[in-house]
């Protein structure tokens, strides 16, 4: 992801899961266009109850996870890089250059 917004929500009260749309349905409204890829902190994915999130590189010291939501197709990615309760959201570069083909 070449470009993307940095969401915050610390509610208690809501999962991750609704948490991730509230930032798509603004992402949405503000640029025009749907969010598919999210990184989150780690811990996050945890809280979900996604113990067992794939590594990305098979190492199990992997800095990133990869974790789908398919109910709002957005791939949602662990990082230690983003902040707990911070989401950066935006559009894979992989699927902006499929689209404009």
């Known amino acids: 992801m070449n470009i993307g917004m940095l969401w915050f929500d610390n509610d208690p009260k809501v999962n991750l899961d609704l948490k991730i749309e509230r930032a798509a349905i603004y992402y949405a409204k503000k640029y025009g266009k749907n969010p598919t890829l999210c ?5 996050m994915l945890a ?3 996604s113990k067992s999130a794939l590594p990305e590189n098979g ?23 983003v902040l707990p309760n911070h989401f950066w959201i935006g559009v894979n570069g992989a699927s902006e250059a499929a689209t404009a083909a």
């Not at 990184?39 to 811990?43: D, E, K, L, R």
């Open 39 to 43: 990184f989150v902190h780690p811990s």
């Open 59 to 81: 190492g199990e010291n992997s800095p990133v996870q990869i974790k789908n939501i398919s109910a709002f197709g957005i791939e949602v990615r662990s990082n230690r890089s």
């Open 47 to 49: 809280k979900n109850g």
